[in-house]
């Protein structure tokens, strides 16, 4: 029974944890406290036991769960994850549980809501993640909307109610036109079929003319776009990040802006073969990707905000997530998702750090930080670890992801990897200097001098991370087995021939039989 319906529990769980909050008195802030971070940990744990079940030999989806739910419009309640969603559904989870925890001390009005609303915002980017019902998956990308706008418009900064509508509205125009795009795809196979569905499996396998492909690409692309946010669609972000609290930053980079880039995996490039690979949609989005992996690097580097910069590095991260798709091959797309996932360990990590600072200072300006390693050291080190995580160091998660989406780039164009080891360098150039900007130097503010070191429950908000990091630098085989057969079926959807172009083996080099002159070069041709 668990097992059959795993699925739906680890979707049910944090609505159901929502609704306990709600009954518990508004007064008892601790109870309410306690209470939120049991259940952030436990549907973790409940997600957990997907690492053991999940069969990465399998191409199709598994755990599928499908009853009927508004039949006459063929909408179904249809859940199922491949490796791909599997993924993102446990980075969702660990990053659930931290963004409840690293609030204990930071939110002191409303508590109960806020507890609400973060565990509302779990459910429904785990429902965008799961369904495989075309109509089930906008009412949860639409329902994701409404607590991170109050997330932002309650608990931000001093310009929260312009940032939370500028969020609203943004990602409101691209919903509209994604939803144009599903009612197409929807009515193009009744034309087709003559019957009413939004199973997500069967809309797949349709084939339509380019030019309803490039138009339907279009209307996917401004929805995706928006939310990744690849250049020009970046604006609400720096906004939206500045002011959101600490809790709202780490979901909102980690696990919102990769539904975007999911978009585009599980919908756009499956569902509109054509149009993804056709030159002029390849080229466009390749340029938009290296212009937002060098734009966002370089204008993270002018940043006087600390939240800003991490803001900023977050479109220059993301960039090369889109570059690693659009280059439509195995490699490309499997460091771009294991890059998603790698984004949001280092990135979350980074608003953490930054959120711990301003609890203890209340501002985000570099300039009044330097020489914190000294009162902080235990700070400094994890700050340094991810640090180098987020630039790309080997041996962490970065290296990896950014590693094989230059290869997979190169492999198309050795000119997009060259734009990408750019990115590169300049990441490191705007992290090391923040770095050693707040860091090093001498303590000259006094306000500095009595900072706290980290505490256990704040050390625990950083440190599954940092060892999730090193997993993934030191052993990614795993990830790489997870996404083997998910990556296959997009790239034989999107590039018939690429599989069998890499059949082709050379015939070797016919010896002559049990001749001296053969038998001393064959080593010397190995």
Known sequence: MFHEHILSIILFFPLAGAILLMLLPGGNTNLIRWTANIIGFAGFLISLPLVFWFDSSIGDFQFTEKVDWIPSIGASFSLGIDGISFLLIMLTTVLGFIAILCSWSSIAERVKEFYVYILILQAGMLGVFMSLDFFLFYVFWEVMLVPMYFLIGIWGGPQKLYAAIKFFLYTLVGSVLMLLGILTIYFWNHSQTGVYSFDVVTLQNLNMPLNLQLWLFLAFFVGFAIKVPMFPFHTWLPDAHVQAPTAGSVILAGVLLKMGTYGFVRFSLPMLPDASRDDRIVTAMVTLSIIGIIYGALVSLMQKDWKKLVAYSSVSHLGFCTLG??????????????????HGISTGALFLIVGIIYERRHTKEISEFGGLSTVMPVYATLFLIIAM??????????????????????????????????????????????????????????????????NFREVMTLVPLIIWAFWIGLYPKPYFTI????????????????????????????????????????????
């Open 483 to 526: 996404l083997e057969k998910p990556v296959q079926k997009i790239v034989q959807r999107v590039r018939p021939d690429y599989y069998a172009a890499k059949e082709y083996v050379p015939p070797e080099p016919i010896a002559e039989a049990n001749t001296e002159g053969a038998e001393q070069a064959a080593p010397a041709a190995q």
């Open 389 to 454: 995580s987020s630039l790309g160091l080997p041996t962490l998660n970065g290296f990896i992801g950014e590693f094989v989406i230059l290869q997979g780039a190169y492999e198309e164009n050795w000119v997009w990897a060259a734009f990408g080891v750019s990115g590169i360098v300049l990441g490191a150039a705007y992290l090391l200097w923040l770095y050693q900007r707040t860091m090093f130097g001498t303590l000259d503010n006094p306000e500095n001098k009595v900072l706290k070191d980290l």
């Open 325 to 342: 798709i659009f280059a439509l091959n195995p490699n490309g797309l499997t460091g771009s998702l294991i890059q998603q996932i790698n």
